[in-house]
């Protein structure tokens, strides 16, 4: 699933190409890509058509177009698969493209191509705070503007539960998914199952500040591409995959210390950290993994 830098990528394209466009015509390909606008595609169509995207937007995974006239947006999920795609009108329809924007300019279509059909579009009325309704739960970012530190550190800490889990539970913070999380926790030197009630302030705020490093990184490099799902607005791959200390790497050798990485399952997918610079914390008696 793309994560903060990917969507952030996906956003500053739709910023520069979409952003002061007024909307022709919205074509929905297949249902299911509009689902979560519950009065259905033909409603979406017809409130879209002649509003001009003012901005596009993001918190955590989540973006948006904030559009003229009411308080309204156009948001964006990506789920597994999704992708914005920036394309002339007389591009040829890509094989699960789901969604078709066209504009009054007559100029690149956005399209939205999604393989699996988990993400989607819909239209949300914007709170006071300037977020879409759908949005609001979400907790600020590492690179965004609202993120206070030692607010998420307290937060954090307040919870009883792996610090992986946390870093995963968007309402704390958002945009850190499983990659960037074991990035992070690598860096920090800290294994994922760590309890974050027992963890002190100094080694969470480390673990925060680590995310916020990796995130910057993987978003210089245009996030990480693992196949050909995860693409920006033009269809070009992100590099940071080849940066990646622990990810990915089972068996291969800590960039660090040399000892072959490990991978342990997790919520459905898995976890990579380093036996030696993050070692499994110690449990009590009884206590089953």
Request: proline share 7%; charged share 25%; hydrophobic share 40%.
């Amino acid at each position: 699933m793309p994560e903060l830098p990917e969507v952030e990528v996906v956003r500053r394209g739709v910023q520069a190409h979409v952003v002061g466009r007024r909307v022709a015509a919205l074509e929905v390909r297949h249902p299911r890509a509009v689902r979560r606008h519950l009065p259905g595609a033909s409603d979406l169509s017809a409130r879209l058509a002649g509003r001009r995207a003012v901005a596009a937007r993001r918190r955590g995974k989540f973006l948006w177009l904030d559009l003229d006239g009411p308080r309204e947006a156009l948001v964006a999920h990506l789920g597994m698969s999704g992708q914005l795609l920036v394309q002339p009108p007389d591009a040829a329809d890509e094989v699960h493209l789901r969604v078709r924007l066209s504009f009054q300019d007559a100029g690149p279509q956005l399209r939205f191509v999604d393989q699996r059909t988990f993400g989607g579009l819909w239209l949300d009325p914007v709170t006071d705070a300037g977020l879409p309704a759908s949005v609001a739960h979400i907790g600020p970012d590492p690179l965004g503007p609202e993120y206070d530190l030692e607010a998420a550190v307290r937060r954090l800490r307040a919870r009883r539960t792996g610090i992986k889990r946390a870093l995963l539970d968007q309402g704390v913070v958002s945009g850190i998914g499983n990659i960037y999380a074991d990035e992070a926790l690598w860096r920090a030197r800290v294994h994922g199952e760590r309890a974050t009630d027992t963890l002190s302030a100094r080694t969470v705020r480390r673990v925060l500040a680590c995310a916020a490093d990796v995130l910057t990184e993987a978003l210089a490099q245009g996030g990480t591409s693992f196949d050909a799902l995860y693409v920006d607005v033009s269809g070009a791959s992100g590099y940071f995959g080849r940066s990646l200390a622990a990810y990915g790497r089972a068996g291969q050798p800590c960039p660090r210390c040399g000892t072959g990485i490990r991978r342990e399952a997790f919520m459905n997918r898995s976890s990579f950290s380093c036996p030696r610079c993050q070692p499994r914390p110690r449990r009590a008696p009884g206590q089953v993994r």
